[in-house]
């Protein structure tokens, strides 16, 4: 039997495993991020389609602060900008 190759087995195993362990845990971390970002802009279109804003036609999705806001932040930036819009105060429009 060849010690130093089945030492360099259960290196390798070892190492598998653990690659494995953060891919998963980034893996679902991402899928996360990507469900908030989608819910944001889900959030926008709804607001838009319901003319629930102060403004007639609501946000302007081409607008690209109402984009990089949402899609960095996700449900939460959108629900600010859609509070802000209410009181008239989202100026990026």
Same mark, same amino acid.
């Given at each position: 039997?060849?010690?130093?190759?089945?030492?360099?087995?259960? +290196?390798?195993?070892?190492?598998?495993?653990?690659?494995?362990? +953060?891919?998963?845990?980034?893996?679902?971390?991402?899928?996360?991020?990507?469900?908030?970002?989608?819910?944001?802009?889900?959030?926008?279109? +709804?607001?838009?389609?319901?003319?629930? %804003?102060? +403004?007639?036609?609501?946000?302007?999705?081409?607008?690209?602060?109402?984009?990089?806001? %949402?899609?960095?932040?996700?449900?939460?930036?959108?629900?600010?900008?859609?509070?802000?819009?209410?009181?008239?105060?989202?100026?990026?429009?």
């Amino acid at each position: 039997m060849d010690i130093p190759g089945l030492f360099m087995d259960i +290196i390798l195993v070892i190492l598998a495993i653990v690659i494995a362990y +953060i891919l998963f845990r980034v893996l679902k971390t991402t899928k996360k991020l990507a469900i908030n970002i989608i819910i944001g802009f889900v959030l926008i279109i +709804i607001t838009n389609l319901l003319n629930i %804003t102060t +403004i007639p036609f609501g946000f302007d999705l081409s607008t690209l602060i109402t984009v990089l806001i %949402t899609a960095l932040t996700g449900v939460f930036g959108a629900l600010v900008l859609i509070v802000l819009n209410i009181f008239g105060l989202y100026p990026f429009l």
